[in-house]
């Protein structure tokens, strides 16, 4: 089955009881069993929840897993894969990435044992000398956020699997319609599903799929024993995004490349950072690695200063300013001092993260009118 036909039907089939099509949200905490033990395989919303199970199924055809475990946001899905783990442990992590997920690793599992690096991914060669005893997760974010890196999934695996390390894929950024991490070597995949899956910014949701049992039936145990479940109505609206999570993602992947051609050519503009711009140091590997070059873009100015960066953020009328990405309205952000505020700033300025970067997250309006708005907000800078 292709993909634009998995998002429609697979792992999902007209509901039993009645015929509807759409997978019923089941609203219950509880559910009647003939006798102790006897019941149709749910006992306590918890656990399980058809509406939850329908989503799972469809997730894990996704991304070509066996598994899918849904949480109640990408960071509670993080927070399961790290309890994987044990005091001692050590992550080893991409440099660039999501503040929140700096911010679980530093501030909640460091003080409880379980250590974090952030070391650059881009020299597969130089990443492996960073490997110690004690690594026993690798952390790739790939694009990363917000500087659009691409990190070489299948070498930083293979070199995971020569040291028996388990390696985890956030692929949020990508959405298993670009890019399926699975079939690259990683162990585990992980969404926060409230983005480009869901795609309305009216959900929040994570997931981890995996094809290992093992690690299938630990995180469900964490999954259950934890209880950071989304709810039925979340796991309706999720499922309800996907079926058109190919075509959002299409339009804008094309907007996009029409965006990042635009700003590279923009006087006021010093950098632009998307891997499909042939001079992005890494777009021959997002080619090798990726059926298209996603939503999001970064810039910054060559007036490098959280003043200019405001200029334009408050005169976007199109581009709203928000925080979040991957849904159908595009969305403009200050990464520095929102969604990656909790990273100190000389980590952001090691990774080039500067007080100017823009970060947008382009949505499925036309392109000419997004540009429009774009060039008009830019004609406010001094």
């Not at 100190?344 to 540009?371: A, N």
Request: aromatic letters at 6%.
């Amino acid at each position: 089955m292709k993909f634009n036909t998995k998002v429609i039907h697979a792992g999902i089939e007209p509901d039993p009881s009645t015929g509807a099509i759409m997978t019923p949200i089941f609203q219950t905490t509880t559910y009647v069993q003939a006798a102790p033990g006897d019941h149709k395989g749910y006992e306590y919303a918890r656990a399980r929840n058809p509406t939850r199970t329908v989503l799972e199924n469809n997730l894990a055809a996704l991304e070509n897993g066996t598994q899918a475990i849904a949480f109640g946001s990408g960071l509670a899905a993080l927070d399961a894969v790290i309890k994987l783990l044990k005091p001692g442990d050590e992550i080893l992590s991409t440099d660039d990435l999501y503040g929140g997920s700096f911010r679980l690793m530093k501030r909640i599992f460091e003080p409880l044992g379980i250590t974090s690096r952030f070391v650059s991914m881009l020299d597969p060669a130089v990443f492996e000398a960073q490997i110690k005893p004690e690594t026993k997760l690798i952390w790739i974010e790939t694009p990363t956020n917000p500087m659009l890196n691409i990190i070489d999934i299948e070498a930083i695996t293979g070199i995971a699997r020569k040291h028996s390390i388990m390696t985890c894929v956030d692929n949020t950024f990508a959405s298993p319609y670009l890019q399926t991490p699975l079939d690259l070597g990683a162990d585990l995949v992980l969404h926060s599903a409230t983005k480009y899956l869901g795609g309305h910014s009216d959900s929040i949701l994570g997931a981890v799929v995996t094809k290992n049992q093992e690690l299938a039936d630990r995180l469900r145990f964490i999954q259950n024993a934890s209880g950071a479940i989304p709810g039925p109505m979340d796991c309706f609206l999720i499922l309800r995004g996907i079926k058109t999570l190919h075509l959002r993602v299409q339009r804008a992947c094309e907007n996009a490349a029409q965006i990042a051609a635009w700003l590279l050519n923009h006087p006021a503009v010093a950098n632009v950072y998307y891997p499909g711009l042939p001079s992005h140091p890494s777009h021959d590997i997002a080619k090798k690695q990726m059926r298209g070059f996603g939503g999001m873009v970064s810039f910054d100015f060559k007036t490098d200063t959280t003043e200019s960066a405001h200029q334009v953020l408050k005169n976007t009328k199109l581009f709203s300013l928000a925080e979040s990405l991957g849904g159908v309205e595009s969305l403009i952000g200050h990464p520095a001092t929102m969604t990656h505020g909790s990273l100190p700033r000389e980590q952001r300025q090691k990774i080039g993260l500067t007080d100017s970067l823009i970060r947008v997250s382009v949505g499925v309006e036309d392109s000419d009118d997004l540009i429009a708005d774009l060039e008009k907000a830019f004609s406010s800078l001094n």
